[in-house]
């Protein structure tokens, strides 16, 4: 059974950091592009990193302006979302998801989700 399961959220103040981790199960790290994302309610979910199953080579939406930082750790089958400087405007649920890393940020192209962490950023 494939399960995806998010950690770390919370809730921090302005400038501050949190890391989200996704204990991943069913799979490898090495079979499926992970990446996470995040919905604040009303909106669509966005994506916010991505990082390819092959090389380690990580994507980040330009929009972050080099605050967050995702990783991969293929012994303990886990992804890592190192947010720093945190804004008002991150406050969000965050996904970690499985899939083809061809389709972009398009939510479309992803095969497993997790349920969610909620990150909330006070001003």
């Known amino acids: 059974e494939v399960q995806l399961v998010e950690s770390g959220g919370g809730l921090v103040t302005v400038g501050g950091s949190l890391r989200l981790s996704c204990a991943v199960s069913?799979?490898?790290?090495?079979?499926?592009?992970m990446g996470w994302f995040r919905q604040v309610p009303g909106k669509e979910r966005e994506g916010v990193s991505l990082i390819s199953s092959t090389d380690g080579t990580t994507y980040h939406q330009d929009f972050l302006h080099g605050r967050f930082t995702m990783s991969a750790d293929k012994f303990k089958n886990t992804v890592y979302l190192q947010m720093n400087n945190l804004e008002p405007e991150d406050t969000a649920v965050y996904y970690c998801a499985a899939g083809d890393l061809g389709f972009g940020w398009e939510t479309g192209g992803m095969d497993y989700w997790g349920k969610g962490t909620l990150v909330a950023v006070s001003s």
């Open positions: 069913g799979f490898s790290l090495d079979e499926y592009a």
